[in-house]
């Protein structure tokens, strides 16, 4: 069955503090995966894709083959990356499949 | 653009009672699907559709019904409303893949919180 499993509901660290939100994948098939992120009071938006093998706002993503993962990394946190973080795979290009969703805290 | 637009923001319902939650996006976007996000479970597809006049059903579909009639609007319907569909929903549009589905990049709408009494 195809699932996304992100293990941290919660995850505080300290500002400049290196982060890493964990995601692991379970699909058959080529997987296609993306992290989506929710800023207070705003709407659910794409921050990167494995294809892109781009960084934005400083955050990064390897997608890991034999460990089924896509882990979002950042070296230095800041306090403006306090939000909600899903990892989502997308399966055929009929569905996207969400996890749970990490909510980052950036303490001063 | 005004992008994704869903109405209501907020709803509040009796058990029973039905009603549409409106989502309309401005992009030409061919792939529109609903979602409902619930504390601990994430977002969970509930329907989506590929093009006017083409739907299917998601991972959580019970309770729900969709239709696309044209390519801006996706409206979903609960013909009788229980208390566990209060969470709140999120329509989101794609691009085409050209009848393959979407690109993945999904853009959502502001969501619509609604509770069943």
């Known amino acids: 069955a195809q699932r996304v499993t992100q293990p941290e509901k919660l995850l505080s660290v300290f500002k400049g503090a290196p982060v890493e939100l964990k995601c692991n994948y379970s699909?058959?098939?080529?997987?296609?995966l993306f992290w989506y992120v929710q800023y207070s009071r705003q709407r659910l938006q794409l921050l990167l894709r494995?294809?892109s093998r781009e960084s934005i706002k400083g955050f990064t993503a390897d997608l890991n083959k034999g460990e089924t993962s896509f882990h979002l990394k950042k070296p230095f946190a800041q306090e403006e990356d306090s939000a909600m973080y899903y990892c989502?795979?997308?399966?055929?290009?009929?569905?996207?499949?969400f996890g749970a969703g990490t909510r980052l805290f950036v303490k001063a | 653009n005004a992008g994704v637009t869903q109405t209501p923001k907020f709803q509040v319902l009796k058990t029973g009672q039905s009603m549409t939650l409106q989502c309309a996006q401005d992009?030409?976007?061919?792939?529109m699907s609903w979602y409902r996000q619930d504390p601990g479970m994430g977002l969970r597809l509930i329907h989506y559709?590929?093009?006017?006049?083409?739907?299917d059903q998601g991972e959580v579909p019970n309770g729900y019904n969709v239709s696309r009639s044209t390519t801006e609007d996706f409206p979903l319907r609960l013909l009788s409303a229980a208390p566990s569909q209060t969470s709140v929903y999120f329509c989101?549009?794609?691009?085409?893949?050209?009848?393959?589905?979407?690109?993945?990049?999904?853009?959502f709408g502001e969501g619509s919180r609604l509770t069943v009494l």
């Open positions: 494995h294809i």
């Open positions: 989502a795979l997308n399966t055929g290009g009929f569905k996207t499949i």
């Open positions: 559709s590929v093009g006017a006049g083409i739907t």
């Open positions: 989101a549009s794609s691009p085409s893949l050209g009848g393959r589905g979407n690109t993945g990049e999904l853009f």
């Open positions: 699909y058959s098939g080529s997987p296609e």
């Open positions: 992009m030409n976007h061919e792939y």
